[in-house]
């Protein structure tokens, strides 16, 4: 007899810093993000009209994709019999600094519409029913091997946090975001909201 060898392998524990990309390629079904080989970041042709999200606070990013259940009970049981997969909360959350790039803060706040004027960068809001969405990506390098990257897709995503600027002498005023994926129902069902993928 032998024993179980323990899973104990550190390339596995994600170490960050993340580059969060707004606006990125929405890949076919079964397909990925196309990434530059050689900067890990998305493919310039393919991804040609996306933002990066620039600099991060020191708290980093927050990655959530939690499901919810419901129960079925009956008078017989004390315990639920059955569970359904009611619901699936996916979100990429922190704290964003270089609020004063227009290109940013235009696909950061819902409902917002961009004038540039003479000697100006204007965003307007305030009015607006509907708002656009975007294909949202976090990419990190492997910490033991920067050759290959990671990546969490949110395919159609929004900012759900606004903005929120604490203006004060001495610090840095970021924004706190939260980028909420929502489906899409066309296409091919467990493959709707997003994606979770690393190289190897």
Known sequence: MAGTPKNYATPNIPTGPGDVWINVELPTVLNELTLDPTTWTPDSTASATCVHLGKISPDGLTITWKPTFEGQMSDETSAPYRYTLAGEEAVISGRWLQVLDSAILLKMTAGAAQ?????????????????????????????????????????????????????????????????????????TAGQQIGQFWKQT
């Not at 003479?118 to 975007?134: P, W």
């Not at 949110?154 to 840095?172: Q, S, T």
């Open 115 to 187: 004038r540039t004027p003479t000697g100006k960068s204007v965003i307007d809001f305030g009015g607006l029913t509907t708002f656009s969405t975007y294909s949202v990506a976090v990419i990190w390098k492997m910490a033991e091997d920067p050759t290959k990257a990671v990546v969490f897709h949110l395919f159609k995503a929004f900012n759900e946090a606004g903005l929120e600027l604490g203006i004060k002498r001495g610090a840095d005023a970021g924004s706190p975001f939260s980028l909420r994926g929502l489906a899409i129902s066309t296409r």
